[in-house]
């Protein structure tokens, strides 16, 4: 029997997102009524604290395996004394999402779209989190003026076709203030797609119920992304919620953040990915790590994402492989990088390697163009 197996024996209310939400862990002392937590770790999760919230819920907890220290569940969760080095590259807002902000809980930085933070509220809180300089306040669901003011921006602006709701996480609100949102934003006409940003499949699956997909479904065309990072987070919990999304006639895709030591070799990837994919999620984009104050410790060189990405291109099915993107630092957007097939190109020809490393060379349409229609000369 698994841990989450007998924890929802234990627990009658196991399935009720209300119970996993009141009953999260945040402390040491909480941690501890629930897996083994020794001293030094228990000081180590104070100290921590000091400066970022915990919060998990006992489901994702369930997944950890306690027999090993650096468990991917427990790092992207449990507090860390590594998150309190000062590196000198770090920021607070990395992405500079407050200087692209024209009101509150809007980031306005590409044309046709824009980033919309509901709540600043998770149902866990990543130790990788980008946006921790706001995430866990918990009492700053958007509503009244402030979400009018925020609808009104978008009224406002007939180029934004495509709203990113997130947070925080959306779907920790109650379902009839999200569908207050939804509602809204579906009113505006040139709005075209709407999409949800969470977590919470991967961390509070039970919270994707009848009641949830009934309302967005009212809504179309509406599209969830999700934030997998390691296969261990693919139970038949998480993707039973998945599938009830996909059911419910809803795209999915995932985010993932490349994470020291967690998913950083093309074979832990690899797993991820196709496991993604077999819950009928699309993987999407996979992030370099961000160079938010507390996070240092999960950064990896950028190669290693160009090299992930290169290794499975050809190995795997074509859309289980993400874009690797740095999302550029001062808030410059989401730049991908891969690998450079290219050996070398000029009007005659291009020369390049395949996913094995053979050259190919491929010709230029020859000037005037073969093609051409000279029917009428
Ligand atoms: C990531 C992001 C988006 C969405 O970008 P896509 O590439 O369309 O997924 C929109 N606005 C902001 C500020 C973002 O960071
Ligand atoms: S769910 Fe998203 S916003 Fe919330 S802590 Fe995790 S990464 Fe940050």
């Known amino acids: 029997m698994t841990k989450t197996e007998e924890w929802a024996l234990k627990y009658p209310e ?34 921590c604290l000091v400066r970022f919230r915990m919060a998990v819920t006992p489901y994702y907890l369930s997944l950890i395996d306690v027999s090993d220290p650096d468990d991917p569940v427990r790092r992207e969760s449990i507090p ?29 930085r590409y044309p046709d779209r824009v980033l919309f933070l509901v709540t600043l509220e ?25 979400l009018d003011r925020a609808i009104g921006y978008i009224r406002d602006h007939e180029e934004v076709r495509d709203v990113l709701i997130s947070g925080g996480d959306p779907l920790t609100l109650s379902t009839e203030r999200l569908e207050e949102i939804v509602r809204r934003l579906r009113e505006i006409p040139h709005v075209d797609i ?36 390691h296969v261990q987070e693919l139970t038949p919990e998480s993707e039973a919620a998945c599938g009830r999304i996909a059911d419910a006639g809803i795209p999915l895709g995932n985010q993932s953040v490349l994470l020291r030591g967690i998913n950083d070799t093309p074979e832990k990837m690899k797993a991820l990915l196709l496991r993604l994919i077999h819950a009928r999620i699309r993987p999407y984009y996979l992030y370099q790590c961000d160079l938010t104050r507390g996070i240092g410790h999960f950064r990896t060189p ?14 795997i099915t074509g859309f289980a492989i993400p874009k690797f993107v740095i999302d550029a630092p001062g808030g410059g957007g989401k730049v991908p990088f891969s690998y450079q097939y290219m050996i070398s190109h000029d009007e005659h020809e291009i ?14 349409p020859r000037v005037p163009y073969d093609t051409e229609d000279r029917s009428d000369t």
Request: with cysteine.
């Open 351 to 364: 020369v390049f390697e395949n996913y094995q490393g053979r050259i190919f060379r491929y010709p230029e």
């Open 194 to 229: 709407i999409r949800i940003g969470t977590r919470v499949p991967v961390v509070l699956p039970m919270r994707i119920d009848e009641g949830l997909l009934s309302m967005l479904k009212k809504y179309q065309p509406i599209w969830i992304n999700t934030h997998f990072n």
């Open 80 to 108: 860390s004394f590594r998150e309190l080095a000062d590196n000198t590259d770090d920021r607070e807002d990395p992405l500079n999402e407050t200087g692209d902000s024209p009101v509150p809980f809007i980031t306005h």
């Open 122 to 146: 998770c149902a866990e809180y990543c130790r990788h989190c980008t946006r921790r300089r706001i995430v866990g306040e918990e009492d700053h669901a958007i509503q009244g003026e402030a």
């Open 14 to 47: 196991w399935n009720d997102w209300h119970w996993q939400m009141r009953n999260r862990v945040r402390n040491a002392e909480e941690l501890s009524k629930w897996i083994p937590v020794s001293p030094e770790e228990k000081k180590e999760i104070d100290a």
């Open 302 to 315: 950028v190669q290693t994402g160009i090299d992930i990405i290169h290794a499975l291109q050809g190995n």
